[in-house]
């Protein structure tokens, strides 16, 4: 009997060398072509998260190629749902220098821009001088299925933050994010079922737009009292003053003004449709008039022309007259163009036949 009890497992990555693990036992580790057989030295341990949000199936993971070049070598795992690799997805890759030593880990980022992106897994590699020439190697599913005993359930996390603007899509913020609401919005956050909701409210009435220094919308002015003035109807309240005169011709149409000692009234947003850039501003561009001249005055806003027009409607109906009394001219002239060949080819006519006599 042994004075002492034997040890089993006593290397784990020497083990490892000479046995199919992390690939199934039954795996061939052959590519398609048949020219490269994956040793059983080179991958030594692996783990992989496997989401559980992705429920995936736990024998769809493989070495789908290994890249052998002169500077070292890349390991990239793929994932089928349905086991025959017509749905692969790339889940991660892994790459050695040409430093590489014995049993050394590596992470194993996933891939960026599919449903792996975030995870973050680890591989050894163990000896890489078994390695054949310099290539692309592609390996069936069933060849290089990885062990499923490698994978580790795990409730995914938040992993980052991208903000997207129309067709444009910002980069991958991490870390620490503060989300601030802006001009008119309110943020609000909810935990409901486990599951966290960040909400973004409009402000209720504030037009979605940024307010302009010192002024008040006049909808938000409590009115308190209508008196009968003349022609006009006062309304005071809210700490603020604001007259109602109706438009002289029109029982309908009333025109609101607000007197007190802030700006007049909301913001112009648009002109004919057209709004105004950040700054707020609307070109006007001149067109065929030679420049325009603004020239504000209250609310008013009036666009003159430096360039005269050539003439006037009174002018035209003179060149107008004139024209028709050419056009008659010129067919008078025709009617007695023709009538003095007429008498002409009578003459001619007539001198030929004194010749003959």
Request: aromatic letters at 4%; hydrophobic letters at 40%; glycine letters at 10%.
């Amino acid at each position: 009997m042994p004075l002492t009890n034997s040890i089993s497992g006593a290397d784990w990555l020497a083990e490892n060398s000479v046995r199919s693990y992390p690939l199934v036992d039954n795996a061939t580790a052959t590519d398609l072509s048949g020219v490269y057989a994956l040793p059983d030295s080179l991958l030594v341990d692996l783990m992989l998260p496997a989401p559980l949000d992705m429920a995936p199936n736990p024998d769809g993971f493989w070495i789908q190629t290994v890249i052998v070049y002169p500077g070292g070598m890349t390991l990239i795992i793929a994932y089928t749902a349905d086991g025959t690799g017509g749905d692969a997805q790339v889940v991660g890759r892994v790459s050695t220098p040409d430093t590489q030593k014995d049993n050394t880990s590596y992470i194993v980022a996933g891939e960026p821009n599919t449903p792996w992106s975030g995870i973050v897994g680890r591989a050894t590699i163990g000896t890489t001088d078994t390695q054949v020439q310099v290539g692309a190697y592609t390996f069936a599913p069933a060849a290089t299925r990885i062990v499923a005993t490698c994978l580790r359930p795990t409730a995914r996390g938040l992993t980052g933050l991208r903000i997207q603007n129309g067709n444009e899509l910002s980069d991958l913020y991490t870390g620490a994010i503060t989300l601030i609401a802006g001009s008119n919005a309110k943020l609000s956050s909810s935990v409901s079922g486990g599951s966290t909701t960040i909400r973004v409210d409009a402000v209720d009435g504030s037009g979605l737009q940024l307010g302009c220094p010192n002024s008040v919308m006049l909808l938000n002015t409590p009115i308190a009292v209508f008196s009968p003035s003349g022609g006009q109807m006062t309304a005071t309240g809210g700490g603020a003053s604001v007259t109602i005169t109706r438009v002289a011709g029109s029982a309908a149409d009333l025109v609101i003004q607000r007197f007190d000692d802030r700006a007049p009234g909301l913001a112009v947003r648009s002109i004919a449709g057209v709004p105004a850039d950040a700054q707020g501003a609307i070109a006007i561009n001149t067109g065929s008039a030679a420049s325009i001249t603004v020239a504000a005055s209250g609310s008013t806003v009036t666009l003159s022309s430096t360039k005269n027009p050539c003439c006037s409607a009174t002018d035209l109906d003179s060149v107008h007259a004139d024209l028709a009394q050419f056009s008659s001219d010129l067919k008078s002239q025709s009617a007695t163009q023709n009538t003095i060949e007429s008498q002409l080819l009578g003459l001619s006519t007539a001198d030929a036949l004194l010749q003959n006599v």
